[in-house]
């Protein structure tokens, strides 16, 4: 029997993305496109067993070692530092991590500056380069609300298309790094699972610079 690769998929339409590379890359299972709720997806044949995970549980699994690969957002990877190979960008998923706020907003350094966010990390390693007192405040979505409600000074959140800033009227202010999904792996899968997982790499840069 063939050793089972397992990968983390992220939820989503981005999954659904990731799942079509690595189709195209030899890893096909046709049961995940079965339209029911379930959640684990196996071929045999080819080795490979595929699981849907929320998004920010990705690198959960990889770094546990319950999945051998998966994809996650860089914005996830930033925030919460799990000990994983990152191995490749997938171009995909593009957006950016910003500091935005409300149009008439001037930053007072005198004063501390309340930042709410669901990246406490990026948001304070980000003021820290700049020498910058911040109050976290930590969220857990809508995060636009915050300086509408004068709750923050400013927002640190993820801008895709800036539909959801502009319709809240709020500007970015900064934009504090670029954000795609990457290809991660278990730091042992890596080491025993090596020819498969090389297989993929090489596969899916092949794709992409088609
Ligand atoms: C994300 C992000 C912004 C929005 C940005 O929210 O937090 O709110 O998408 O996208 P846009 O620039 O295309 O409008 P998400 O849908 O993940 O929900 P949440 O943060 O409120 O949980």
Redesign the pocket.
Known sequence: MKTMLNVALPKGRLGEKVYNMFEKAGFECPSIKENNRKLIFENEQVGVRYFWVKPSDVAIYVERGAADIGVAGKDILLEYEPDIYELLDLDIGKCSMAVASKKEFRDNPQKTLRVAT?FSNIAQQYYMSKGRDIDIIHLN????IAPILDLSDVIV?????????KENNLDVFETIVDISARLIANKSSYKFKSEQINKIINEIKTQLEA
């Not at 979505?141 to 636009?144: F, V």
């Not at 959140?157 to 800033?165: A, K, N, P, R, Y």
Request: no cysteine.
């Open positions: 669901k979505g809508s995060i636009e959140d993820i801008v895709e298309t800036g539909t959801t800033l």
